[in-house]
């Protein structure tokens, strides 16, 4: 099974400012990794698939980068609506395993 | 529009089984797949399993090989997802996705159902 890694666990940031998160494969995954953001009580919304297209509906503040085993998910400038919870998911192999998970909070 | 529909919350005592329902409206069921992934409370996302609306393929997560059964009904595009033998640690949210497989993405998600596992 692909084991992904996230880091940090945790981002302390203030709107306005860039966070850059990363997200580890244990093997190459190529460009198959998904991103998805999660806010508290709801279901977890796509981001960007194939490691940097974002969804229909995303802002450009969000871009992801990367293939192979790193990859990085990164926000321009922090609204107060994008602090929450951002998970990786590979789609190379079954099980399509997620990260762990990176809080971005304020 | 585009949506996904859960059943309602269960509670179940260790041991039995549950099976929660994801009705979709707004687009073709059988031109997507409906991946089931769960959260436990204060956890991360789990993903349990795939199944294709078209055919009934299924590909499931192996640590729940032999419990979980994953299902469609193309006459009402309804998903379902049967977990057997539950224990404590089955106490999670449930969420049911719409799975785009060509483009590697969940794009819709239900709000999720929340199953408790209690004696």
């Known amino acids: 099974e692909i084991v992904l890694t996230q880091s940090p666990a945790t981002l302390s940031l203030s709107p306005g400012e860039r966070a850059t998160l990363s997200c580890r494969a244990s093997?190459?995954?190529?460009?198959?990794l998904t991103w998805y953001q999660q806010k508290p009580g709801q279901a977890p919304r796509l981001l960007i698939y194939d490691a940097s297209n974002r969804a229909t509906g995303i802002p450009a503040r969000f871009s992801g980068s990367g293939s192979g085993t790193d990859f990085t998910l990164t926000i321009s400038s922090l609204e107060p609506e994008d602090f929450a919870v951002y998970y990786c998911q590979q789609r190379l192999n079954w099980p399509w395993t997620f990260g762990q998970g990176t809080k971005v909070e304020i | 529009q585009v949506q996904l529909v859960q059943s309602g919350a269960e509670m179940k005592k260790p041991g039995a089984s549950v099976k929660v329902s994801c009705k979709a409206s707004g687009y073709t069921f059988i031109s997507y797949g409906i991946s089931w992934v769960r959260q436990a409370p204060g956890q991360g996302l789990e993903w349990m399993g795939w199944?294709?609306?078209?055919?009934?393929?299924?590909n499931y997560a192996q640590k729940l090989q032999g419990r979980v059964t994953m299902t469609t009904d193309t006459s009402t595009s309804t998903a379902y997802m049967e977990l057997r033998s539950l224990r404590s640690d089955d106490t999670a949210v449930y969420y049911c996705?719409?799975?785009?497989?060509?483009?590697?993405?969940?794009?819709?998600w239900g709000k999720g159902t929340t199953v408790t596992v209690s004696s």
């Open positions: 996705a719409r799975d785009d497989s060509s483009n590697n993405y969940m794009d819709v």
């Open positions: 093997q190459n995954i190529s460009s198959y």
């Open positions: 199944i294709s609306a078209y055919n009934g393929n299924t």
